[in-house]
Each structure stands twice: as structure tokens, then as C-alpha cells.
């Protein structure tokens, strides 16, 4: 029997670090050689401990053996549990010596010390972008090579990382766990909760170094970056034209398909986009909750108010290098340059015909389609264009007024 002087009699000849059982330096030395004898034979995966690897197996299976007494919660492994458990206890027993953050795990500790030494020693070959730990390099690496091992039960969607499937499955299950103390609003992700509680407070904790316009989020301070680097990414194989963002890539791609998924039960009109279709249906419900506090004008949308407010304020700061107007909004900036570069992206489905602006096409393409939304309720008239409704009115009231 061993005494309590907590003799460690067996040390490792690479480190020097010392343990109490010969097994213990066995499971130890495995670090040092990077043997992972144990392979998933579903998706490749490999691992260096036989408990480690029976656990993973859980997670192809979903087999959850250990169950939560307090909320009914289910884990792949007694680990597991015991670290959810801290969520009821709200125990966080390990503290940074450097800036007294606690944790509820030592390994969450010990990858939040990395951070402050900035070391980042775990560097993709493929690319050669670098992470502080391996964990973080392995989740990078399924970029490269595309693998997706973790399938929803659901609706065959798969996923490259089992955190990712848990978050998706949750659209299915429409489980929200995680509620704001404030105002009683659910969500699905302890992520999204802490944004949401940030628009209490008002905080805004990340700003551009270069204007000083400040963020609730770091990945929104990441993409407004990219205005002042000119930075644009993502690219069209079939124009050239290039995108900040990924999601604007993806929205443009399908003015080159004709897609639009999004469809008004009221008047079947289509749209790219859910936002789109939301904006729309303001239109026949003639709602328009966003007011002006300075001359009291409502809009349907909350971002055509701001553009409108701006007016008010007389600051033009987007300027036209080619010519040197300048515009209130950085959107209207756009639509002027195109006067100079001569682009016109929207093309006509019926006739090839193209415009600078979407608006001109969709004016255009009732020429082919018909339609005429404008009605004038005194007599009945229809019209193409809200304008020639405008001009048919003014003609009545001045015929009415003699």
C-alpha cells in the first residue's frame, strides 16, 4: 500500500515530470510520442486512450448513458456530466493567477492562460495559419479536407464538428435554454443570449481604431474592417464582381440564377431573400413602425429611417472621386459611380435589355409581365409606375378644382 507522502517514484525521461503508478507515466509518454493506436473506423478519427476512443464512439451511436439528476440532460461520458453539473452549482473552482477570471474546468483554464502568453505554436501545413491549441488546429483543418462525420438524425445535414450537429439539432427540437434574466427572451445558444443581453446594456466593446465606430459584436467590427482595406474576399466565378461578405456573395449568385425562394402569399410576388419578403409585407399591411423623432415621417423599414435621418443632419461624408459629389449614404454613393463605370447588373429575363439600378428593372419588367399595381381609386386607372399614378392624380384634383 502506498503511504500519504505521495511518493512519484516513476519519471519521464523527456519532461521530468514525475507520477505515483507506473501506468500513469505509460498514458503520460504517449504525449511525447504521439502514438494513437485507437481509430474510428467511421470516420477516421484517432485517439491515443482507449477510454477517449470508446467515449467518441458515443457520439456516431448516440448513446448517452449518463444522465443529470437536477435537469434530465444526457452525456456521451461521466467527464461530461461532471463538468454540466457546474452549470447548477455555478461552481468555477479555477481561477487565472493573471487577471482572476474563473473557470469551471482546469482545461478551460489552461487554454485561457495560452491566450495571455499570445503563443500560438499548433500551425496548419496547409496553409500555415497557427492556433493555440491542437484542439483548435484540428477544428481548422476539416476546411481543408471537407470531411463532415457528424449527421443529424433529423434531416441528413451534416456537420464537420459535434458541436456544430448539437447547436443544429436544436432547430428540430426547438429547445432555447438559454434565457435573458431582463426581458424573458429564449435562444438556442449561450452566444447568442450574451449579444442579446449586450443590447440591455448598451455595451458596444469593440471599435475601429481607424473612425472610432464602435461594435456589440467582434466579427461586425471585423466585416466594417473591410470598408476601410477595401478588402472583398468573395468573388463571382461568373462576373468578377466581389463581396465583404460570403452571405452578399450568395445573395448576389442568384441574380445570375434567377432564384427567388421567397414567395408573398398575398400577391406571389418573389424575392431573393427573407428580409426581402419581411419588407415586402409591409406593403399590404401599410405598416410603418419606424419614426422620425425630428419631423415625425414613419417607414416601413428600420434602415430607411436611419437614411432619412441623416438627411436631416446635412453631413455628406461619401464622396465620388471621379467627380467629387458627395452623397449622404455610402448605398447612394454606389448607384452615382455607376453613371461612370457604365455597370448595369440587372439583366431582363424576357428581353436582355440591362439597368443600373433593380428598381429600373423591376419598372421595366412589368412592360413584359402587365402589371400595373398603381390603382386610382376615383376611376378605377391603373398604372406600371407610381409616378404616372402621382401625375394622374395631380390631373384630377386641378379637373376637380375648376
Not at 470598408?227 to 468578377?240: L, R, S, V
Request: proline letters at 3%; charged letters at 25%.
Amino acid at each position: 500500500m502506498r503511504d500519504h507522502s505521495e511518493e512519484k517514484p516513476y519519471t519521464c525521461d523527456q519532461c521530468g515530470k514525475s507520477f505515483t503508478q507506473k501506468g500513469h507515466l505509460k498514458r503520460h509518454v504517449i504525449i511525447h510520442t504521439g502514438e494513437k493506436p485507437y481509430t474510428c473506423d467511421q470516420c477516421g478519427t484517432s485517439f491515443a486512450y482507449e477510454s477517449t476512443f470508446k467515449s467518441h464512439l458515443r457520439s456516431h451511436s448516440g448513446e448517452k448513458t449518463f444522465n443529470c439528476d437536477q435537469c434530465g440532460k444526457t452525456f456521451f461520458n461521466a467527464a461530461h456530466l461532471k463538468i454540466h453539473l457546474n452549470v447548477h452549482t455555478k461552481e468555477k473552482p479555477h481561477m487565472c493567477s493573471l487577471c482572476g477570471k474563473s473557470f469551471s474546468r482546469m482545461g478551460t483554464l489552461k487554454l485561457h492562460q495560452k491566450r495571455h502568453s499570445g503563443v500560438k505554436n499548433h500551425a496548419c501545413l496547409d496553409c500555415g495559419k497557427t492556433f493555440f491549441t491542437d484542439t483548435e488546429l484540428k477544428k481548422h483543418l476539416i476546411v481543408h479536407n471537407g470531411e463532415k462525420p457528424y449527421k443529424c438524425s433529423h434531416c441528413d445535414k451534416r456537420f464537420s464538428r459535434s458541436d456544430c450537429l448539437k447547436t443544429h439539432e436544436k432547430i428540430h427540437t426547438g429547445e432555447k435554454p438559454h434565457t435573458c434574466d431582463q426581458c424573458g427572451k429564449s435562444f438556442t445558444l449561450q452566444g447568442d443570449l450574451k449579444v442579446h443581453k449586450k443590447s440591455h446594456t448598451g455595451e458596444k466593446p469593440h471599435t475601429c481604431d481607424q473612425c472610432g465606430k464602435s461594435f456589440t459584436l467582434i466579427s461586425n467590427l471585423n466585416i466594417h474592417m473591410k470598408i476601410h482595406t477595401g478588402e472583398k474576399p468573395y468573388t463571382c466565378g461568373q462576373c468578377g464582381k466581389s463581396y465583404r461578405q460570403i452571405g452578399f456573395l450568395k445573395l448576389h449568385l442568384r441574380s445570375h440564377s434567377g432564384e427567388r425562394p421567397f414567395n408573398c402569399d398575398q400577391c406571389g410576388k418573389n424575392f431573393f431573400w427573407p428580409e426581402s419578403l419581411k419588407n415586402h409585407l409591409k406593403v399590404h399591411t401599410q405598416e410603418k413602425p419606424h419614426m422620425c423623432s425630428s419631423c415625425g415621417k414613419s417607414f416601413s423599414q428600420q434602415g430607411a429611417l436611419k437614411r432619412h435621418q441623416k438627411s436631416h443632419s446635412g453631413v455628406k461624408e461619401h464622396m465620388c472621386f471621379d467627380c467629387g459629389k458627395t452623397f449622404v449614404t455610402n448605398a447612394e454613393l454606389k448607384l452615382h459611380q455607376r453613371m461612370h463605370t457604365g455597370e448595369k447588373p440587372y439583366e431582363c429575363s424576357h428581353c436582355d435589355k440591362r439597368f443600373s439600378r433593380s428598381e429600373y428593372l423591376r419598372t421595366h419588367e412589368r412592360i413584359h409581365t402587365g402589371e400595373k399595381p398603381y390603382h386610382c381609386p376615383p376611376c378605377g386607372k391603373s398604372f406600371t409606375q407610381s409616378s404616372s399614378l402621382r401625375r394622374h392624380t395631380c390631373l384630377n384634383t386641378k379637373k376637380s378644382s375648376h
